[in-house]
């Protein structure tokens, strides 16, 4: 089973750029459908982007289409969330998920592990 742990979170001033990574502890991310959520104070855990298991598929939240980018490398073992054009509205602490789904998943319930988070703060 896949245990996620990420990276990369921090602040940054809004028009500003940030990275994520996403590595399990055990297990390869390969035979997962890999996605990124995000939680903002008070709201529910909503989706960010997804990407299926050869990459060949991927699917964004319109509040992020054209600002971020979800890649894998699969020999590494790593999904990345590049996050780019920061807003104070991205604020949020980011969850890397993994799913058993063949193809792009929205839905927090298909996702059956999950990473601790990893908080990101825009400044306006």
């Known amino acids: 089973q896949a245990q996620l742990v990420e990276s990369g979170g921090g602040l940054v001033q809004a028009g500003g750029s940030l990275r994520l990574s996403c590595t399990p502890s055990?297990?390869?991310?390969?035979?997962?459908?890999m996605g990124w959520f995000r939680q903002a104070p008070g709201k529910e855990r909503e989706f960010v982007a997804t990407?299926?298991?050869?990459?060949?598929?991927?699917d964004y939240a319109d509040s992020v289409k054209g600002r971020f980018t979800i890649s894998r490398d699969n020999a590494k073992n790593t999904v990345t969330l590049q996050m780019n054009s920061l807003r104070p509205e991205d604020t949020a602490v980011y969850y890397c998920?993994?799913?058993?789904?063949?193809?792009?998943?929205?839905?927090?319930?298909?996702?059956?592990?999950w990473g601790q988070g990893t908080q990101v703060t825009v400044s306006s």
């Open positions: 055990k297990g390869r991310i390969s035979t997962y459908t």
């Open positions: 990407m299926t298991r050869t990459g060949s598929s991927t």
């Open positions: 998920a993994a799913s058993t789904a063949l193809g792009s998943v929205t839905s927090t319930s298909w996702y059956a592990f």
